[in-house]
């Protein structure tokens, strides 16, 4: 019989099918679970690996002569070591109403960051917004144009303070090679203006917050500088306050020259320069830079210990 002759095809008389979309989601989420797994239990291990070789590296005896036993001491140590991921809940608060708890997986990227390879926690922070926070577009824009505007907003804080200290101690009191200081000066410009020109392909966000972005990105910053200011003080409190603000502040601008070598031995001549007299401060250095590689491990261990034990309950 011609097909256009054929009877009429009943609906009723199809065999029903039932197409259930929780069963694709639970079998698209197996998969991505596994994946999670794996993937805390390699961080984990390799935090772990990290761990245990930079312990060797710390001077655990030396670093007890001098920590100041006062609460002071350590709650503005913990104020300043949580400066940074107080700034970005902060941030991504404002983005995507992320909750209190969520200051825990901004500190795990801190951690990662430092102990592991830079910018491997934000890639971590990436994944754990895609399964943790409800969101109407992809968070990568939003992870991007953060991380992006803190070294834009960390390289126009030290323009300017390049425009204010090298006319005020100039380039011999600095210690800095008039050449190494104009290349980092290019250096700096080149990716800040370059971010600038071409902010409508390199941003995601709207403008309004990209601005709440870098204001709460600077007042990071500052906040950071007045409290390390704080600490030294309260090692070594025979130097008033006021000049180790002025230290904090060159110590900031000489940790973000790209093109300078030996940071901390230039920074520490720049304190016998301002001081007239070293004053431990090499000591204090150490002691600084010992106490926050301790507190990444102590913080970098109890993470990757609870993941080996939860790999898939991960904050």
């Excluded at 002569?65 to 140590?77: A, N």
Aim: proline share 5%; glycine share 6%.
């Amino acid at each position: 019989m011609p097909l256009s002759q054929s009877a009429a095809v009943d609906p009723a008389s199809l065999p029903a099918i039932e197409l259930n979309p929780i069963e694709f989601v639970a079998q698209d989420r197996a998969p991505r679970r596994g994946r999670n797994a794996i993937f805390s239990i390699v961080l984990s291990l390799a935090v772990i690996a990290a761990v245990v070789l930079e312990t060797r590296s710390l001077d655990l005896w030396r670093m007890a002569e001098m920590i100041p036993t006062s609460p002071g001491f350590w709650l503005i140590f913990a104020a300043s070591y949580l400066a940074a991921p107080a700034g970005d809940w902060l941030i991504f608060r404002q983005l995507w109403r992320i909750p209190g708890s969520g200051i825990l997986p901004l500190l795990r990227k801190k951690i990662y960051n430092e102990l592991l390879l830079g910018y491997l926690g934000e890639a971590y922070f990436y994944t754990w917004a895609r399964r943790r926070v409800t969101l109407t577009a992809t968070p990568f824009g939003a992870v991007k144009d953060v991380a992006i505007l803190s070294a834009v907003t960390g390289n126009l804080v030290t323009l300017g303070l390049l425009v204010v200290a090298v006319p005020f101690l100039g380039f011999d009191k600095l210690g800095i090679d008039g050449r190494v200081l104009t290349g980092s000066l290019a250096v700096i410009l080149t990716i800040s203006l370059g971010a600038m020109a071409f902010r409508r392909r390199v941003f995601t966000l709207p403008r309004e917050e990209l601005w709440m972005i870098a204001g709460i990105h600077f007042a990071r910053i500052v906040a950071s500088t007045v409290l390390l200011a704080m600490l030294w003080h309260l090692v070594l409190p025979e130097v008033a306050l006021s000049w180790w603000l002025y230290l904090s502040t060159l110590r900031l601008l000489v940790s973000r020259l790209p093109l300078v070598p030996n940071k901390d031995l230039l920074f520490a001549g720049i304190t016998v320069v301002v001081l007239g007299e070293e004053r431990d401060i090499g000591a204090l250095m150490a002691l600084m830079a010992g106490l926050i590689l301790a507190t990444h491990l102590v913080l970098g261990a109890l993470i990757a210990l609870n993941d080996l034990a939860n790999p898939e309950r991960r904050s």
